[in-house]
């Protein structure tokens, strides 16, 4: 007999990661401020009643932008036992249960955020964090509230990912800085998205495989589309516009 259960969409997140390139390989590595639009049937403030006694969060959430395998959670995708995670070069090859990669039986991603304010819009009510690594529009499966006590293991062993990834200095042509300050003076760009972008730059968004300092790379934030090179210690913002 078949026990499964369909497990409903609570809401979507809407944050300034429009593409899966540059999205920080884990929470919190950046602050940039994001919000869940809860869904019509759990835009219910009563819902959030004493969410403001917690720092922060941990979400729950779908991968929905894989190409493969199958990222229904109403379909069984092809189980994959091996994955070469990004933090090992992309070559290694390890068990899919000792990664967190996107490639799962269950297409499901959990997240630890810091917590910001819930407000009611109209009808919907978003839930405003900072420190996801998700895309915009990942669908939320639910919200549960950290536990310092129990869900902070100071003691814990990370495996190969044990230490921080190394941030690069940012650094912008003259002509990407020019356009930097017309967009900052007409109000179209704001300084904390500014901010924001050169944190995830910072971690050099390229693919651990590649290294290639002559390459011009492409990512979209917010509503920017940036293009940069990277160093062995520097990230240099080549052209940004707006799109």
Do not use: C
Request: net charge neutral; glycine share 6%; aromatic share 10%.
């Amino acid at each position: 007999m078949n026990n499964s259960v369909v497990m409903p969409i609570i809401g979507h997140m809407r944050s300034p990661y429009r593409e899966k390139f540059g999205i920080p390989r884990q929470p919190n590595l950046v602050q940039v401020e994001s919000f869940i639009e809860m869904t019509d049937t759990y835009s219910d403030l009563l819902a959030f009643e004493g969410i403001e006694d917690f720092s922060h969060l941990w979400l729950l959430w779908q991968f929905h932008d894989n190409k493969k395998p199958d990222n229904s959670l109403n379909q069984m995708p092809k189980f994959r036992a091996q994955v070469r995670p990004p933090r090992l070069g992309g070559n290694q090859k390890i068990g899919v249960f000792a990664t967190r990669s996107m490639y799962r039986p269950s297409p499901i991603g959990l997240s630890v955020v810091r917590f910001l304010r819930v407000e009611k819009h109209g009808k919907t009510v978003r839930l405003y964090v900072t420190g996801s690594d998700l895309l915009d529009g990942t669908p939320i499966l639910d919200i549960k509230p950290y536990i310092q006590y129990s869900d902070a293991v100071t003691e814990a062993v990370s495996g190969y990912a044990q230490e921080q990834p190394q941030r690069k200095t940012v650094v912008w042509t003259q002509s990407a800085q020019q356009y930097q300050q017309q967009l900052l003076k007409q109000g179209i760009l704001h300084k904390k998205i500014l901010d924001e972008l050169e944190q995830v730059l910072s971690l050099d968004p390229r693919p651990a495989y590649q290294n290639d300092a002559e390459r011009l790379y492409g990512m979209r934030f917010a509503m920017l589309n940036v293009r940069f090179t990277v160093g062995e210690q520097e990230v240099t913002v080549v052209a940004i516009e707006q799109g």
